[in-house]
């Protein structure tokens, strides 16, 4: 259901509520770290909490 250009959908109790559009990707290892209501479809990069991957990828090039 579109509702003022937003995506949303209707859970049982018929309340509205926003999609989980937004998705962010550890930009070393491109993990999906977690999703996030947006408007729109968009990606985010951040970095895993650990940063092994961080280390691995810098070793790799």
Do not use: F, R
């Not at 993990?31 to 280390?55: F, H, M, R, W």
């Amino acid at each position: 259901m579109i509702i003022s250009g937003e995506l949303s959908a209707s859970n049982e109790t018929g309340n509205v509520q926003k999609l989980d559009l937004g998705v962010v990707i550890c930009k070393w290892c491109n993990q999906v770290l977690t999703t996030i209501p947006t408007n729109g479809v968009t990606k985010i990069y951040g970095e895993c909490k650990d940063g092994a991957c961080k280390e691995s990828n810098h070793k790799n090039h």
